[in-house]
């Protein structure tokens, strides 16, 4: 009997045979208990679970460029006080649909209380003057505080992910769940003649590498730790409608892209980083 649908990428069998790793032939495994409501889901869950991980429970946490506010709610509803900046009027008003407290304003001309933790949720790559942004952190942050930075390395992107994140855009499951737009990006990807080489256009200009955005932290701050983790499913969010079976899709992109960054058959596009102000006594 043909299995449902989404409760596989048929891609892999047909594509991916080459570079699966020994062993891995049942992605639903791979796939925790809980099961996403909504795509948005498994993106806000992996971000809010960085989080969490690294700031004490029910500690302060500034939220920078919280966009539509799906972290700072979730974060508030595990016990934390959030306070999100977002510079754009019409996610401050999505955020405040979720009832999460946001400050209007461009970081770093903002006032915002001193927080236990200040995080960076895929914002810092597009604030433009980034040494300000980043010094900026030491006026919020208690003592001992924590920076926490969810990104990616662009530039660092390798043609392999790129082309395995295609196979997943024109898998069964993604040509029935995805709605192409002109205005997308995983359209543009979809119909470029050379897809890492738009990807690379759509990138390379006006945004920070991770390469500058640590060196800037490690000026003021102590960096405890690096992460490579998936990004690239991230993408599929806005192209994808608000259902169980979606969210499940994203779900399982997500296992898998994490399955071979593992194995190693390609580098992870996201990045993370953990930092701490230990030049101050409590
Ligand atoms: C890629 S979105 C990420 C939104 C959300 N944090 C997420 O992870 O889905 C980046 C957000 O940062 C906001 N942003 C960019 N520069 C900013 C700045 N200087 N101050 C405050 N928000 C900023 C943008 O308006 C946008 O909502």
Not at 26 to 54: E, G, M, Q
Request: aromatic share 8%; hydrophobic share 40%; charged share 25%.
């Amino acid at each position: 009997m043909e299995p449902p649908a989404l409760h596989r990428i048929e891609h892999i069998a047909a594509t991916h045979n080459a570079i699966r790793p020994k062993g891995h032939c049942d992605l639903s495994r791979n796939v925790s208990v809980t099961i996403p409501n909504n795509p948005i889901d498994v993106p806000t869950a992996a971000t809010a679970a960085f989080i969490a991980s690294n700031v004490p429970i029910a500690g302060t946490i500034v939220e920078i460029g919280c966009g539509s506010g799906h972290v700072a709610a979730e974060l508030s509803k595990r016990g934390y006080a959030v306070a999100g900046v977002e510079s754009d009027r019409e996610a401050v008003s999505r955020a405040r649909e979720l009832d999460v407290n946001v400050i209007e304003g461009s970081w770093p001309d903002v006032d915002v209380e001193r927080a236990n933790a200040v995080v960076f949720t895929r914002s810092l790559h597009h604030i433009s003057r980034l040494p300000e942004a980043i010094a900026g952190v030491r006026d919020v942050l208690l003592p001992r505080g924590t920076v926490l930075v969810e990104d990616f390395a662009f530039d660092e992107a390798s043609s392999d992910a790129i082309n395995w994140f295609l196979t997943v855009v024109e898998s069964r499951q993604g040509r029935a769940l995805i709605s192409h737009s002109a205005g997308s990006f995983v359209t543009q990807l979809h119909t470029a003649d050379d897809p890492v080489s738009a990807w690379h256009q759509d990138h390379d200009h006006d945004l920070h590498t991770f390469a500058e955005m640590t060196h800037e932290i490690g000026k003021f701050f102590a960096i405890r730790d690096t992460q490579h983790v998936p990004y690239l499913y991230r993408y599929l969010v806005p192209v994808l409608p608000e259902t169980p079976e979606a969210a499940v899709f994203v779900r399982e992109v997500y296992d898998e892209e994490s399955q071979f960054g593992k194995s190693g058959e390609f580098s992870l596009t996201g990045r993370r980083i953990v930092a701490v102000d230990d030049t101050r006594s409590v």
